[in-house]
């Protein structure tokens, strides 16, 4: 499997490092599922630059030129993102906890529709 193909269905979230210029950060991931070719792959190294993928290749150590976020005893799962949003529930004001208890389906359907 080649490094593109991965990087075309990988995503990883590496919020604490935060957005930069010109920033290399890399991720040992303890295994890497390339669901492409239905395998896992054990202990990879995965090379983040200006927060886009750049390669993915097997651990050998840690790089010079950035930092390493070890996830080495994890598994970075291809094509996972987190798209948990609560689009239906812009009832009144959002300190009201109990808003989205207060109307039925119905009513909810068509706000999440209206929010798009």
Same mark, same amino acid.
């Given at each position: 499997?080649? #490094?593109?193909?991965?990087? +075309?269905?990988?995503? /990883?979230?590496?919020?604490? +490092? &935060? %957005?930069?210029?010109?920033? =290399?950060?890399?991720?040992?991931?303890?295994?890497? /599922?390339?669901?492409?070719? &239905?395998?896992?792959?054990? $202990?990879?190294?995965?090379?983040?630059? $200006?927060?886009?993928?750049?390669?993915?290749? !097997? #651990?050998?150590?840690?790089?010079?030129?950035?930092?390493?976020?070890? #996830?080495?005893?994890?598994?970075?799962? !291809?094509?996972?993102? @987190?798209? *948990?949003? *609560?689009?239906?529930?812009?009832?009144? !004001?959002?300190? @009201?906890? =109990? +808003? %989205?208890?207060?109307?039925? %389906?119905?009513?909810?359907?068509?706000?999440?529709?209206? +929010?798009?």
């Amino acid at each position: 499997m080649g #490094w593109r193909g991965v990087a +075309a269905a990988v995503v /990883l979230a590496v919020g604490s +490092a &935060g %957005p930069a210029a010109c920033e =290399t950060i890399y991720v040992r991931a303890g295994r890497l /599922l390339d669901v492409a070719a &239905g395998e896992a792959q054990s $202990d990879r190294l995965v090379k983040i630059v $200006d927060g886009k993928i750049a390669a993915v290749d !097997p #651990w050998t150590g840690a790089p010079a030129d950035g930092a390493v976020v070890d #996830w080495s005893g994890k598994t970075v799962l !291809p094509g996972l993102i @987190d798209m *948990h949003t *609560h689009v239906a529930d812009g009832f009144g !004001p959002s300190n @009201d906890p =109990t +808003a %989205p208890l207060k109307h039925g %389906p119905a009513e909810t359907a068509l706000k999440g529709a209206e +929010a798009r």
